[in-house]
T-cell receptor, first 116, second 114 residues
Framework: GAGVSQSPSNKVTEKGKDVELRCDPI?????LYWYRQSLGQGLEFLIY????????KSGLPSDRFSAERTGGSVSTLTIQRTQQEDSAVYLC??????????????FGSGTRLTVV | AQSVTQLGSHVSVSEGALVLLRCNYS??????LFWYVQYPNQGLQLLLK??????LVKGINGFEAEFKKSETSFHLTKPSAHMSDAAEYFC????????????FGKGTKLSVKP
């Protein structure tokens, strides 16, 4: 598509429930990234996919967080047993070339997750 | 390891005044540096990037940034602020290595007073 699409744009869930956040990157972009943006905390790297390589999961904060990318395109970030501290905006980005970051990232508008 | 420090979480200027947003980085290798802007309820948009070419980089909307290796800085400037510049600005560094992920600063919120 023309841009990075994320859904839903807003999600309110009860503590303890599982949630799935979806990211549809720009067609042809080989790299896909998930970041978490908390108030006053900037952007926190979560996970990165590059082509068919094993993802870099070094930023995932706990084993309640997982992500997959099917067919090198759409990605789903899953948070199990949500906690209130998971409340944040989850941003997805894709890029044409990974490694050099030369092209920069194209970000989606994010999913605002609220855990009540 | 790479890191970014943005001085000032909130900067306020008058319309028409100079905008200066500060960014200092730490990198063990020649860095790639970026500035992104985020308008309310939107994702981040690339303003400009430094990738070891010219040290003075011009971006969109009249913004520019100068890479100063001796000061490990990459400050963002605009000669004359416009109301539409009110947003949050993020500085980021990439080591250009295979990991490929950007390390972001905590952001600076710019307010523009009429």
């Amino acid at each position: 598509g023309a841009g990075v699409s994320q859904s839903p744009s807003n999600k309110v869930t009860e503590k303890g429930k599982d949630v799935e956040l979806r990211c549809d990157p720009i067609s042809g972009h080989t790299a896909l990234y998930w970041y978490r943006q908390s108030l006053g905390q900037g952007l926190e790297f979560l996970i990165y996919f590059q082509g068919n390589s094993a993802p870099d999961k070094s930023g995932l904060p706990s084993d309640r967080f997982s992500a997959e990318r099917t067919g090198g395109s759409v990605s789903t970030l899953t948070i199990q047993r949500t906690q209130q501290e998971d409340s944040a905006v989850y941003l997805c980005a894709s890029s044409l070339v990974s490694g050099t970051g030369y092209y920069g990232y194209t970000f989606g508008s994010g999913t605002r997750l609220t855990v009540v | 390891a790479q890191s970014v420090t943005q001085l000032g979480s909130h900067v306020s200027v008058s319309e028409g005044a100079l905008v200066l947003l500060r960014c200092n980085y730490s990198s063990s290798v020649p860095p790639y540096l970026f500035w992104y802007v985020q308008y309310p309820n939107q994702g981040l948009q690339l303003l400009l990037k430094y990738t070891s070419a010219a040290t003075l980089v011009k971006g969109i909307n009249g913004f520019e940034a100068e890479f100063k290796k001796s000061e490990t800085s990459f400050h963002l400037t605009k000669p004359s602020a416009h109301m539409s510049d009110a947003a949050e600005y993020f500085c980021a560094v990439s080591d250009g290595g295979s990991q490929g992920n950007l390390i972001f600063g905590k952001g600076t919120k710019l307010s523009v007073k009429p």
